[in-house]
C-alpha cells in the first residue's frame, strides 16, 4: 500500500495492486511509430497489470501504527515469513493461468532485491537490506526462473521485463506524490537491444493533470488515465481495527492524469 499524509491531516492511500493496475494501462496502450507494441503482448500487459498481486493478502488487513500515527508505505512493511509466503502465492496464481507472465512477475519480485538487475540507470534505486530467509526465498523463484526459461527467447524477455521495470516506476512516480520534473532511462524501444540502450523518457508536469511525455510512447494521443485511491480525513486512529473500518467504509475515488 502507498500511504501519504497530506498537510490537512488526512491521508492518502492507494493500494499496491491499484498502483499496478495503471502499469497495465501503460501497458496495453505502448507501441506507436517510435516505440515497438510489447511482444508476447497479452501475457506481458497481464504481468504489467498483476504483477503486484502478492499483495492482495496484505490488502485485507492493512497495518497500521499508532506511535507513528500512520500505516506504514510498502516499503516499511517488513518481509516476514507471512509476507514472503503472499508474494510466493501470487506468482505460483499468475504462472497456474498464464505461465509467461508468473515468469514476468517471479523476475520483476526477486529483481526488486536484486537492484532490478541493473536494468534502470535513472531514477536510482532504493535498495532495502536484505536478511537470509528473503535471500532464501529469491534465489528459489530464480531458480524456478531459469528452468521456465526454456523454450523462452531471453532477449525477447529481457526486454519485456526491461519494459515492465518502467512501467511499475513511471507508475509510482505518479502515485506516490505530485508528479514532477523528472527522467526514466534507459527506456527501450525495440526489441534485440542491448541492456545498455534505450532512450530517456522525460516526464514534464503541466498543470491541472495534465503530462507531457518527451518522446511520447503510447498509441492514443492525448491518453487519459489513472488510479483509484482512498483518502481518509485523518491518519490518527485510537486501534488498528478503527483504521481498518475507516479504510473499508472509504470509498474510492480516482485521480486522473491526461498524457501528451
Given at each position: 500500500?502507498?500511504v ?17 493496475a ?13 516505440f ?11 504481468a ?8 492482495s493478502?496484505?490488502?485485507t488487513?492493512?497495518?497500521?501504527d499508532?506511535?507513528?500515527k ?22 505460483d ?6 505461465a509467461?507472465a508468473?515468469l514476468l512477475i517471479?523476475r ?8 532490478r538487475?541493473g ?25 524456478r526462473?531459469e ?13 519485456n521485463?526491461?519494459?515492465l ?5 513511471f507508475s ?10 523528472q527522467?526514466?532511462?534507459p ?12 532512450v530517456t ?14 518522446p511520447?510512447p ?13 483518502r ?9 481495527a ?17 498524457f501528451?
Open positions: 500500500m502507498i501519504r499524509k497530506l498537510d490537512d491531516g488526512s491521508m492518502l492511500l492507494i493500494n499496491q495492486t491499484d498502483h499496478a495503471l502499469s497495465g494501462y501503460f501497458a496495453a496502450h505502448w507501441g506507436n511509430a517510435e515497438a507494441a510489447p511482444a508476447r503482448r497479452e501475457s506481458t500487459v497481464r504489467a497489470a498483476l504483477h503486484d498481486c502478492g499483495w493478502a496484505y490488502e488487513a492493512p497495518r497500521y499508532r506511535q507513528a500512520s500505516s506504514p508505505s510498502f516499503f516499511q512493511v517488513p518481509n516476514d515469513a507471512s509476507q514472503l509466503q503472499a508474494f510466493g502465492a501470487g506468482i496464481w499468475l504462472t497456474g493461468l498464464d509467461y508468473g517471479s520483476h519480485r526477486t529483481g526488486l532485491w536484486r537492484n538487475y536494468v534502470v540507470r535513472t531514477p536510482a534505486m532504493t535498495m532495502r537490506p536484505i536478511d537470509a530467509r528473503v535471500e532464501a526465498f529469491a534465489a528459489d523463484y530464480e531458480r526462473q528452468l521456465a526459461m526454456a523454450g523462452v527467447d531471453r532477449m525477447e524477455f529481457a526486454v521485463y526491461r519494459l521495470q518502467f512501467w511499475d516506476i509510482l512516480a505518479l502515485c506516490m506524490g505530485e508528479p514532477k520534473d527522467i526514466f532511462e527506456v527501450p524501444v525495440a526489441y534485440g537491444q542491448a541492456p545498455e540502450d534505450g523518457i522525460r516526464m514534464i508536469p503541466l498543470g491541472g493533470g495534465d503530462i507531457k511525455l518527451d511520447f503510447f498509441d492514443q494521443h492525448p491518453l487519459t488515465l489513472g488510479y483509484v485511491y482512498k481518509l480525513p485523518t491518519h490518527v486512529f485510537a486501534s488498528e478503527e483504521f481498518r473500518l475507516a479504510w473499508f467504509a472509504a470509498a474510492p475515488q480516482v485521480k486522473s492524469f491526461r501528451l
